[in-house]
C-alpha cells in the first residue's frame, strides 16, 4: 500500500501526461498500439514500480480509456486504425492524431508574441464550459510547437464564473433543453418562478446574463445570473426551435448590440474625485470641473448594478444625475452607516 501510494504521488498530472499522449500519437505514422503507448508514453511507462502486475495493468488500461474520452472531448482527432489480419483485436488496434485534423488553418501563423497572448487569454478561464474551449485552445498552442515568451505566462488573472447557475445553463443550451428557476428582481416582493428557453450566456459590464425565449411572457427576456435565486431545473425539450438556424453565438452577439443601445440611452452623469480609484475604473466621456472633482458620463443597463458599484467607492463619488441613480445611492450610504452604528472607531 506504501508502495502505491508513492507511486501515486509521483506519477504525472492527468494534464501533462495527456499532452505527452497528443505529441506521440502526433509524431507517429503508422500509429501506435496501447503497448507501445505504455512503453514508451511518459505517465504510462513510468507509473509504478510493479508494472506487470494485474494491479497496475488494470490501472493504466483505466487510465488509457479516461485520457481517450477527454482528448476526444477536447476535440482532439483521435483516429483509430484497425488492423486487417486481426479485425476487433483491441490489443492490435493502432491510434494516432492526424496532423492535417489538428493543425491550424491553412495560412494562419502566430509569432511568439501573439502566441503568448493567446496562451494567456486561455489560462484566464479556470472553470465551466469556457475553461473546456481554453484547454483545447492551449493543447492545440502547444502540441503544434508553438513558441511563446514565457514570461508573460506567469501573470495571468483568473476570471471565474461564480454564478451557481452558469454550468446548468450551459447545459441546457446545448442540449436544447428549457428550464426553470427563481428570479429575484429589485421592488419586487420576493422571487418569482420563471420558464425559459435558454438561448445564449453573455458576459457584459462585469456581470453574466442568460439570453432567453420566455415561455409564460412569450417573449425574449435577459436576466442576471447573480439574480437567480435556486438552481435552474430542466423541465423539457425545445423540441421545435423558435430560431432556426440561429446559433448560440449569434443570439449572444444581438443581444451585447441591444446592450450597447440601452446603455447609449441610458447615461449618468457624476463626480469622480481627481487621482482616485473611482476615476480609474470609472470611465467615461470625463471633462475636467472646478476643484479637485472630474465630470464623468457613462451609459448603463441596469440602474440598481450601476448604484451598487458607485457606492462602493464611497465619498469618491458624486451622483448628479439621473435622480433615480442619486436616490439609490443615498439609500445603499444610508445603510451602510446605519449597519455600523454602535461599532467603535
Given at each position: 500500500?506504501?508502495?502505491?501510494?508513492?507511486?501515486?504521488?509521483?506519477?504525472?498530472?492527468?494534464?501533462e501526461r495527456q499532452f505527452s499522449l497528443i505529441l506521440a500519437l502526433l509524431t507517429t505514422e503508422r500509429g501506435l498500439t496501447k503497448s507501445d503507448v505504455f512503453q514508451t508514453v511518459h505517465g504510462y511507462a513510468d507509473d509504478s514500480r510493479d508494472s506487470t502486475s494485474p494491479t497496475a495493468a488494470a490501472a493504466r488500461e483505466k487510465r488509457f480509456e479516461r485520457d481517450k474520452?477527454?482528448?476526444r472531448d477536447l476535440g482532439v482527432p483521435l483516429e483509430v486504425i484497425d488492423d486487417p489480419s486481426a479485425a476487433g483485436n483491441n490489443q492490435l488496434v493502432r491510434y494516432r492524431v492526424p496532423?492535417?485534423?489538428?493543425?491550424?488553418?491553412?495560412?494562419?501563423?502566430?509569432?511568439?508574441?501573439?502566441?503568448?497572448?493567446?496562451?494567456?487569454?486561455?489560462?484566464?478561464?479556470?472553470?465551466?464550459?469556457?475553461?473546456?474551449?481554453?484547454?483545447?485552445?492551449?493543447?492545440?498552442?502547444?502540441?503544434?510547437?508553438?513558441?511563446?515568451?514565457?514570461?508573460?505566462?506567469?501573470v495571468a488573472p483568473r476570471l471565474r464564473a461564480r454564478d451557481a447557475a452558469f454550468e446548468p445553463l450551459s447545459a441546457a443550451i446545448e442540449q436544447g433543453r428549457t428550464v426553470s428557476f427563481s428570479y429575484s428582481k429589485p421592488g419586487d416582493d420576493g422571487a418569482g418562478v420563471?420558464?425559459?428557453?435558454?438561448?445564449?450566456?453573455?458576459?457584459?459590464?462585469?456581470?453574466?446574463?442568460?439570453?432567453?425565449?420566455?415561455?409564460?411572457?412569450?417573449?425574449?427576456?435577459?436576466?442576471?445570473?447573480?439574480?437567480?435565486?435556486?438552481?435552474?431545473?430542466?423541465?423539457?425539450s425545445a423540441d421545435v426551435s423558435r430560431y432556426p438556424g440561429v446559433t448560440a453565438e449569434q443570439h449572444a452577439a444581438r443581444a451585447l448590440e441591444k446592450l450597447a443601445e440601452l446603455a447609449g440611452r441610458q447615461r449618468a452623469r457624476l463626480e469622480v474625485r481627481?487621482?482616485?480609484?473611482?476615476?480609474?475604473?470609472?470611465?467615461?466621456?470625463?471633462?475636467?470641473?472646478?476643484?479637485?472633482?472630474?465630470?464623468?458620463?457613462?451609459?448603463?443597463?441596469?440602474?440598481?448594478?450601476?448604484?451598487?458599484?458607485?457606492?462602493?467607492?464611497?465619498?469618491?463619488?458624486?451622483?448628479?444625475?439621473?435622480?433615480?441613480?442619486?436616490?439609490?445611492?443615498?439609500?445603499?450610504?444610508?445603510?451602510?452607516?446605519?449597519?455600523?452604528?454602535?461599532?467603535?472607531?
Open positions: 500500500m506504501t508502495h502505491e501510494r508513492t507511486d501515486r504521488a509521483k506519477a504525472p498530472a492527468a494534464a474520452a477527454e482528448l496532423r492535417g485534423g489538428f493543425a491550424m488553418p491553412a495560412g494562419l501563423e502566430f509569432d511568439a508574441d501573439e502566441t503568448s497572448l493567446l496562451s494567456l487569454a486561455a489560462q484566464v478561464w479556470r472553470e465551466g464550459s469556457v475553461s473546456q474551449e481554453s484547454r483545447r485552445g492551449l493543447m492545440k498552442l502547444k502540441a503544434l510547437g508553438a513558441q511563446t515568451h514565457e514570461d508573460l505566462i506567469g420563471r420558464r425559459v428557453e435558454p438561448l445564449a450566456l453573455v458576459f457584459a459590464d462585469g456581470n453574466w446574463l442568460l439570453v432567453s425565449y420566455d415561455l409564460d411572457r412569450a417573449s425574449e427576456r435577459m436576466f442576471l445570473l447573480s439574480r437567480i435565486v435556486s438552481a435552474p431545473r430542466q423541465i423539457g481627481e487621482g482616485s480609484d473611482a476615476e480609474v475604473r470609472l470611465r467615461g466621456d470625463t471633462r475636467a470641473t472646478s476643484g479637485p472633482w472630474l465630470e464623468v458620463e457613462l451609459g448603463y443597463t441596469d440602474v440598481s448594478l450601476l448604484a451598487d458599484r458607485i457606492a462602493s467607492f464611497g465619498p469618491e463619488v458624486r451622483v448628479i444625475s439621473p435622480p433615480e441613480l442619486r436616490r439609490l445611492v443615498a439609500s445603499r450610504l444610508a445603510w451602510v452607516v446605519s449597519a455600523h452604528a454602535g461599532v467603535p472607531s
